[in-house]
């Protein structure tokens, strides 16, 4: 005899299916909103930063958040902090402070200055920072200031080489310091091809490309690049090849100007560096994927180095395409941050030795954990991302500010909170865990110091 279910059982039943079928939605759901909540406290912790700076240095460079003072780079005031951290301002909706600071921007902010300036610096913070804002924000004023340091920057690449020298005085032209390295003559494009594309002045464009170009042209025969570079002879004096500080940003602004401006050159540049990455400088250690340094010329390894600065690489791999490499060194990455509860400036890989011990509050581990977290949408980056914010705001959080460490080991903090924490590190995070709707990640390039330009011409 069949005996049929009753209505009470099979009530039950249904809502058991139901519930299978329902619990991968809600627990989606679930991250999302623990997500907004991390968001929220990005922006809180955010505003904590700025608001110190507000208070104790407005109107300066930035704030040094231990002794509570003030400090230019050059002995007067670039607006430094308001103009790399504006467009941030504006992504987190925070309305009444970006209103201020581009305010401030536009009344106070001359490039008029008999000063030398770092071109590199001045370029990715400065050029950057009021181009992306221009875009987000519609004044003509902040593309006219843009235009107008664009111009006093250009007399930095009258070399013979076309290579652009370390400073510039932004009033007389004039320019010091020959030694160079790939990172400063080679990541420059975004910003002045930017410049060149809003203005409809080629000169900015040109300029930019040809000193890419003279940096690629001098290559090794196995494809790779030195540290020094003399920008009057074009000759090598540092054979030493890496990723890192000095060399980094060249390799993300070959795939970078490919996609903002269609640039096949910059492809075509890309597809023949990256092999040669791979090659040499890429080091397998106990099943773990690093990158070290090797000599431009033999390719034999050097160093087994690899730091903070390195971080930013897994978010041009993935940006790329070679997402399975970028998750693998993303681990790399986040194994020296957890060595000491926040990651040294540099390590030896091989022996997890820490070879230099401060912490710039620097962004591209969280760089690298956003793109990988908005390709691979696997929630370990999240979680990832989220114990990286914990120890920052644990060790770094000061009552008028945030510091960097000068030591990671002691957590002993320093004295300094440059701009790029407010324009970079806050803002990778905030986007890491905030609505897609916050920033349409395809339709934006973002430059070296995270400033997002929109393929607007």
């Not at 329902?22 to 999302?32: D, K, L, N, T, V």
């Not at 608001?51 to 670039?78: C, F, I, M, V």
Request: aromatic fraction near 12%; proline fraction near 4%.
């Amino acid at each position: 005899m069949v005996v049929k279910k009753s209505a009470r059982a099979k009530a039950v039943s249904l809502l058991t299916v139901l519930t299978l079928f329902a619990m991968p939605g809600c627990q989606r759901s679930r991250e999302q909103t623990h997500a907004r909540a991390v968001a929220e406290r990005v922006k809180a912790e955010f505003l904590h930063a700025w608001a110190n700076y507000e208070r104790y240095a407005w109107g300066h460079d930035a704030l040094r958040p231990l002794s509570k003072t003030a400090h230019d780079w050059y002995g007067q005031s670039l607006l430094m902090t308001p103009v790399d951290a504006l467009d941030t301002l504006i992504l987190m909706k925070l309305d009444a402070e970006a209103a201020k600071a581009q305010a401030l921007i536009v009344k106070d902010l001359s490039f008029d200055r008999d000063i030398y300036v770092k071109n590199f610096e001045i370029t990715i913070r400065l050029l950057g920072g009021l181009l992306s804002s221009y875009q987000l924000t519609g004044d003509k004023r902040l593309l006219d200031l843009a235009e107008d340091l664009g111009n006093r920057l250009l007399p930095a690449f009258n070399s013979p080489t076309g290579l652009p020298y370390v400073y510039v005085n932004l009033r007389t032209g004039q320019v010091r310091d020959p030694m160079s390295n790939p990172a400063e003559t080679g990541t420059l494009l975004l910003e002045f091809g930017a410049l060149s594309k809003l203005t409809g002045k080629p000169i900015f464009y040109d300029t930019a490309k040809r000193a890419l170009v003279e940096t690629y042209k001098r290559r090794s025969p196995i494809g790779l690049v030195g540290s020094t570079i003399n920008v009057e002879t074009g000759a090598w004096t540092d054979n030493d090849s890496h990723i890192s500080g000095g060399i980094d940003s060249y390799y993300e602004y070959l795939w970078k100007c490919w996609l903002l401006f269609g640039d096949k050159e910059c492809l075509e540049m890309w597809n023949a560096s990256i092999p040669a990455i791979n090659q040499y400088l890429a080091d397998e250690v106990g099943g773990e994927l690093w990158y070290g340094h090797a000599d431009m010329v033999t390719g034999k390894r050097t160093e087994t180095t690899y730091g903070a600065l390195d971080a930013f690489f897994p978010a041009v791999l993935a940006l790329s395409g070679d997402v399975p490499r970028a998750r693998r060194l993303q681990s790399s990455s986040f194994k020296m941050w957890n060595l000491h509860g926040i990651e040294p400036e540099v390590i030896d890989y091989k022996t997890m030795e820490v070879k230099a011990k401060t912490y710039h509050l620097r962004p591209e581990i969280v760089e690298s954990t956003y793109y990988l977290y908005h390709y691979t949408k696997d929630q370990q980056y999240r979680q990832m991302g989220e114990t990286i914010f914990n120890d920052f705001v644990k060790y770094c959080r000061t009552e008028a500010g945030y510091a960097a460490l000068s030591d990671i080991v002691t957590k002993q903090q320093r004295d300094e909170m440059e701009s790029f924490a407010l324009a970079e590190t806050f803002k990778y995070f905030y986007l890491l865990f905030a609505a897609p709707s916050a920033l349409e990640f395809d339709k934006v390039v973002f430059n070296t110091e995270a400033h997002p330009f929109r393929r607007t011409w």
